[in-house]
């Protein structure tokens, strides 16, 4: 009798589009509020042409990735794994063989987790809430995340698409505050740095683009992943326009050398917009009330990821998936409150955003010698059947 949590992994319940709100959803977190400033300080105004190679860079990450995955006629990466064991081992030997993967993967989850859940904390003391314990605004998130993420997979992905249009709602108001406070020659000089500091400019970019290593687990999971491609690279491109459109944004109003002094520059770009006739005011608060949105969305992604690799990574029938999750959540808080202050925090992020493109090479390396080998095994056996 197959166990429950094997037939759970076997159903496509993933649609192309929910794909794209999937990866749209878990490219853009807490770095929204404070990129600007690390690539600026770098380029400077060329911070405008670097963050779009940062994104082809993405882009072409996200392209190999899934390449390699559909080669694996739409299983994540346990199943994966499971395939270019072959049809002679056994079921545990496969699932021995994909715990060294599932285990990488999750390090990279849960450092992700626990930056992002105690970024979102430190804004929320900083802007809206100075008075509450720290550890009440992360226990309130994680513990909410947990919640969802202890339910099958379907309930994860309705939630991605539910949330997806509150996206689109920063916009306008980015090219308002453009529009009535921009300045054009703060975009100027341009092409004023050396090679070095390209490179440090286009890897701090880069990095800001994280999270697409949840496809790992995900494409197990779509209906049609054969269109894996296009629903990505859509997802990449719409990513990368908000991205930049902030950037924009924010470098015309403040100008390179004020950015240097901000520590959350996209919700001081909301605070200088001015409604005519004032009819509405603190527009940062539902500005915030939006990026909570998609740092909530992150979370949801990233957690779900992270329990769906531990449940197929050491066959964990589904009963179980709320143990799991919730389990998951006192060391998520525990890792989240160690760094003192904030100053860690952005470090941290820094190293777990390194971490995460390391990996995805390391592994997808390690499934091209498997798949390598496995193939020189089978022209062995035909060989010796042959004579």
Not at 194 to 222: I, N, P
């Amino acid at each position: 009798m197959r166990a429950k949590s094997d037939q759970s992994a076997n159903e496509k319940v993933i649609t192309p589009y929910q794909s794209f709100c999937l990866l749209v959803n878990t490219l853009i977190g807490v770095g929204i509020l404070s990129f600007q400033r690390s690539i600026i300080q770098e380029v400077g105004p060329d911070a405008i042409w670097i963050l779009l190679i940062g994104g082809l860079v993405t882009l072409a990450e996200v392209v190999i990735l899934t390449k390699v995955m559909q080669r694996f006629s739409g299983n994540h990466i346990v199943g994966a794994v499971a395939q270019l064991g072959g049809k002679k081992k056994s079921q545990r030997s496969k699932t021995i063989m994909a715990i060294p993967f599932v285990l990488i993967l999750a390090v990279i989850w849960f450092s992700a987790l626990s930056f992002v859940s105690r970024m979102f904390g430190e804004v929320l003391i900083t802007v809206v809430l100075p008075r509450t314990p720290l550890v009440v605004l992360m226990v309130v998130l994680l513990g909410v995340a947990a919640a969802v993420a202890s339910n099958r997979l379907n309930v994860l992905v309705r939630f991605s698409e539910f949330l997806m249009p509150f996206l689109f709602l920063p916009l306008p108001w980015l090219f308002a505050v453009w529009v009535q406070e921009g300045d054009w020659n703060h975009f100027l000089p341009l092409f004023q740095v050396d090679w070095a500091h390209v490179f440090k400019g286009v890897a701090g970019s880069f990095l800001t683009f994280s999270g697409a290593s949840v496809l790992f687990m995900f494409m197990g999971y779509y209906q049609q992943p054969q269109k894996a491609m296009q629903s990505h690279t859509i997802g990449v491109g719409f990513v990368t326009l908000i991205y930049w459109v902030t950037l924009l944004s924010t470098l015309a109003v403040f100008g390179a050398y004020e950015m240097n002094n901000l520590v959350w520059p996209s919700l001081d770009l909301i605070t200088v917009l001015t409604v005519p006739g004032l009819i509405l005011e603190r527009l940062e608060s539902a500005f915030l009330s939006i990026w909570m949105v998609t740092v909530f969305t992150t979370l949801l992604n990233l957690y779900g990821a992270l329990v769906d690799g531990l449940m197929n990574g050491f066959q964990i029938k589904e009963r179980y998936r709320p143990y799991v999750s919730w389990g998951l959540l006192p060391l998520l808080l525990l890792t989240a409150h160690a760094p003192t202050n904030v100053f860690q925090v952005f470090r941290w992020g820094e190293w777990s955003g390194w971490l995460e493109p390391i990996t995805i090479v390391i592994v997808l390396l390690c499934l091209f010698l498997l798949s390598l080998l496995r193939g020189r095994q089978n022209q062995g056996r035909q060989a010796d059947a042959s004579t």
